[in-house]
């Protein structure tokens, strides 16, 4: 009887935590200093606190155990407010939100490293190479599944031979999902 107990407590505290893991967020200048001591690419979730897809991102998405391991394991991870204050120092700027109204509820005030990314709409996801340089902002709402192939291509560098839309296409064609 006690065996049975304690292989029961064992089976609940292991799917506890299994199901409890999450992804390791940071900020962009932690995973820019992450960068310097172990080279790895970054993804960065761009939201907003009003952003409802953002939201379902957070719940469906990032909630998911293969996204959650696809990019603890192959990125450093960012979550970054696009109408937020933090301040982000990104290749020699730093960059603030100085129109930033403190209380205002809904839209606010777009910073500047948002906009420097050429980020139009949320949620965006960003991917940035292993020093630190932009690759691309993919814009709106993405289940795991179409994340997926966005997270495996820029990690295994595939994007770097997509030079067409027809390469594009036929990547899209041939890739097979995991998750």
Known sequence: MLMK???????????GSISAQKINWMTMNEALAAQEKEPKKIFMDVYTNWCGPCKMLDRNTFSDKNVIEFINKNYYAVKFNAEGTEEVTFEDFTYTNPN?????KGRNSQHLFAHALKITGYPSLAFFQDDGS?????????????????LKMIAN?????????????E????FEGTF
Do not use: H, M, S
């Open 157 to 169: 560098d595939d994007y770097k031979k997509l030079t067409t839309a027809e390469a594009w296409q």
């Open 100 to 104: 930033y109204q403190e209380g205002r």
């Open 5 to 15: 107990n304690i292989l029961l407590l064992l089976i609940v505290f292991a799917t």
């Open 171 to 174: 990547y899209q064609k041939n």
């Open 134 to 150: 932009l690759i691309q902002a993919i814009p709106g709402y993405k289940t795991p599944q179409q994340l997926e192939i966005f």
